[in-house]
């Protein structure tokens, strides 16, 4: 199931992963948007309405966040007609986008050397196997009705 289609779902579906930032310029700019201040994200855990920042750790010079809420934060931040997990993906190095729910996962790097703090590889692949997994378990169940 595509990631688009999860942003239009009802926003009580849950969602969690991970944001990379080149740098606090970058992190400052979208989190403002939000009405969080850079103080307040170095502080820890920090609820926003619909989106929980976790953690917030710097890694070789980039901040990375660890979040949770709801599916459909990004769509009080996206430009009127824009998809609001590509936008986000334009403001970001890296994103983990997690809807356990839904067993759907977008992995996005801007760049092949973007590390994920939160997330190993192996746990990513992993869990995009186990998505696959219920996903392909899913339509044989549908097809076998017919």
Same mark, same amino acid.
């Given at each position: 199931?595509p990631? !688009?289609?999860?942003?239009?779902?009802?926003?009580?579906?849950e969602?969690?992963?991970?944001?990379?930032f080149?740098?606090e310029?970058?992190?400052?700019?979208? =989190?403002?948007k939000?009405?969080?201040?850079?103080?307040?994200?170095?502080?820890g855990?920090?609820?926003?309405?619909?989106?929980?920042?976790?953690?917030?750790?710097?890694?070789?010079g980039?901040y990375?966040i660890?979040f949770?809420?709801k599916?459909? $934060?990004p769509?009080?931040?996206?430009?009127q007609g824009?998809n609001?997990?590509d $936008?986000? !993906?334009?403001?970001?190095?890296?994103?983990?986008?997690?809807?356990?729910e839904?067993?759907?996962?977008?992995?996005? !790097?801007?760049?092949?050397?973007?590390? =994920?703090? =939160?997330?190993?590889?192996e746990?990513?692949?992993r869990?995009?196997?186990?998505?696959?997994?219920w $996903?392909?378990?899913?339509?044989?169940n549908?097809?076998?009705? =017919?």
């Open positions: 199931m990631s !688009r289609a999860v942003i239009s779902m009802s926003s009580e579906v969602v969690e992963g991970e944001l990379v080149e740098n310029e970058q992190l400052r700019s979208l =989190f403002e939000l009405g969080a201040s850079l103080g307040e994200l170095k502080q855990k920090l609820d926003l309405n619909g989106l929980k920042v976790e953690k917030l750790e710097v890694v070789d980039r990375h660890k949770r809420g599916v459909d $934060w769509s009080k931040l996206a430009p824009k609001p997990l $936008w986000l !993906r334009s403001q970001v190095l890296g994103l983990v986008w997690d809807v356990g839904l067993k759907t996962l977008e992995v996005y !790097r801007s760049s092949s050397d973007v590390k =994920f703090a =939160f997330y190993s590889d746990e990513l692949e869990k995009k196997d186990e998505y696959n997994k $996903w392909m378990d899913s339509a044989s549908i097809v076998g009705l =017919f």
